[in-house]
C-alpha cells in the first residue's frame, strides 16, 4: 500500500468504539475489586475522580497510563484484554 493510501487508512479508523471497550473493562476490574464508586476507588489510590472518570468513560490515554491502570486493578495487559475484545 502506498504511504498517501496508508496514510488516509489510518485516519479513516474509528478508535472510539475500543476506547468505550476499554473503558467498560475499567470500570467492570473496578467494580470486582468491589469498589461501587468509581470516586472512591480514585481517592483511594490518589487519582484525581474527574480524571479516572474519564478513564472510565472511554476517553483517550496514554498506553503508560492504561499499564498503570491494569496494575492498580490487580492485572496484566493480557488479562486486561483477556475479556470482551477479538
Request: without cysteine; aromatic residues 10%; hydrophobic residues 35%.
Amino acid at each position: 500500500m502506498a504511504k498517501k493510501e496508508e496514510v488516509a487508512s489510518l485516519k479513516s479508523l474509528d478508535a472510539t468504539a475500543d476506547l468505550k471497550k476499554i473503558g467498560a473493562r475499567i470500570k467492570q476490574l473496578r467494580k470486582k475489586l468491589g469498589y461501587t464508586s468509581y470516586e472512591t476507588f480514585a481517592n483511594e489510590h490518589d487519582i484525581h475522580r474527574v480524571q479516572w472518570g474519564r478513564y472510565e468513560q472511554g476517553l483517550d490515554m496514554y498506553t503508560s497510563t492504561l499499564i498503570k491502570i491494569a496494575t492498580l486493578l490487580g492485572v496484566t495487559i493480557k488479562e486486561f484484554f483477556s475479556e470482551g475484545f477479538d
